[in-house]
């Protein structure tokens, strides 16, 4: 059991803290899903604070692009492309050599998620790191399933917004949101930019939300969504509310975790491509397995987006772009076609999981 180091006297001065929540935190185990922006400064922040074991999943590689606002990496970690959780744990142990830092280089999703994070952990705390609501709307799923609080967070351009969900506390995800927004329709950090500070507004909000509840100093977190913009200057809280008739805090369905529900990424031989699908939506309860075409992608708006991420042609029928910075299987671009029903195609990438990445990066779901 790691004891009391002096490295963390002044935090220890804290009323609320002390030495015995120094404990509480050494003796805790967290779990940041996603190292981009946000999972950096909060992993940072957290492993100087002294919360004892940090598990990381992430399946991405460091590149330069990162480096604006990903805390935790260099120049050297992008040159050796190395996976997000080894650079961070690498960082990490230099940081605090008294925190065990568990990386796992792994797409965190429905058929992982309950592998990855094994029942009986103890863990502490979810806190989110990912880019896209279809994991979000995962972890949530998981969050409430095991009862462990859920610290939600985004950033986006210049704005930020957290929110902590305490299972029997106060709301989920899916009673603030019942149903992801539909693919294609949120802009993404790839198209719409981020600024840093936005960022570790967000971050420093989601860790010390963490601190609060490993120290047992949680009251009052439950049921504010809050909001900023880093540019405008502005924040506000903004209540929400218990939904009686959520499918997943009310009625205890998992349908995001247990894989009923979300984005697909399916091989397709034939075509020499990965297919995604976005989130079908069962109509009445019963499984049509027809996507929702209730909602289609405006393709124009889209192609705007993606135009400087390489050449772009729009039709009545698809969005094409020739991605510049994506590498394909074979070394040559990656093509990214996306279909008035959210669907898309992406040549040149035979694992669904990376292609997955794609979709989320340019397309969003
Ligand atoms: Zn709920």
Request: net charge negative.
């Amino acid at each position: 059991m790691p004891r009391f180091d002096p490295r963390y006297h002044r935090q220890a001065l804290l009323p609320g803290l002390g030495e015995p929540g120094q404990e509480r935190l050494a003796l805790a185990h967290a779990v940041i899903v996603g190292c981009g922006a946000l999972g950096c400064a909060v992993a940072d922040h957290l492993a100087r604070a002294g919360v004892g074991t940090l598990t990381i999943i992430d399946r991405d590689v460091v590149e330069l692009t990162n480096l604006q606002r990903q805390c935790l990496f260099d120049e050297r970690d992008a040159d050796e492309g190395l996976p997000k959780v080894e650079a961070a744990s690498r960082r990490l142990a230099e940081i605090n050599s008294l925190v065990r830092v568990l990386p796992l280089a792994a797409d965190f999703n429905a058929a992982s998620a309950e592998r990855l994070l094994p029942a009986g952990r103890g863990l502490a705390v979810l806190i989110d790191g990912t880019d896209n609501f279809d994991t979000r709307f995962i972890l949530n799923d998981l969050a409430v399933r095991r009862g462990i609080p859920y610290c939600y967070g985004g950033a986006i351009a210049a704005r930020g917004a957290w929110a902590v969900f305490t299972p029997g506390e106060g709301p989920c995800l899916r009673c603030v949101m019942p149903e992801p927004p539909p693919a294609g329709s949120v802009p993404t950090c790839d198209t719409a930019g981020v600024l840093g500070p936005a960022v570790a507004w967000t971050a420093a909000h989601q860790a010390a939300a963490a601190i609060r509840i490993i120290t047992g100093h949680a009251d009052g977190l439950a049921g504010t969504l809050h909001e900023a913009d880093l540019w405008a200057g502005t924040s506000r809280g903004v209540r929400i509310e218990r939904d009686p008739a959520c499918p997943c805090c009310a009625g205890r369905r998992f349908e995001f975790l247990d894989g009923a529900r979300g984005v697909r990424a399916v091989w397709a031989c034939g075509q020499n491509a990965v297919q995604v699908f976005p989130d079908r939506r069962t109509i009445g309860g019963d499984d049509d397995e027809t996507n929702d075409a209730g909602h289609a992608i405006d393709l124009s708006p889209l192609g705007e987006r993606l135009r400087p991420h390489g050449e772009v042609s729009v039709t009545r029928f698809m969005a094409r772009v020739t991605l510049r910075d994506e590498r394909a299987d074979d070394g040559g671009p990656v093509l990214l076609s996306v279909f008035p029903d959210g669907r898309a195609l992406i040549r040149g990438l035979r694992d669904p999981a990376a292609a997955r990445v794609i979709y989320d990066r340019y397309v969003g779901a």
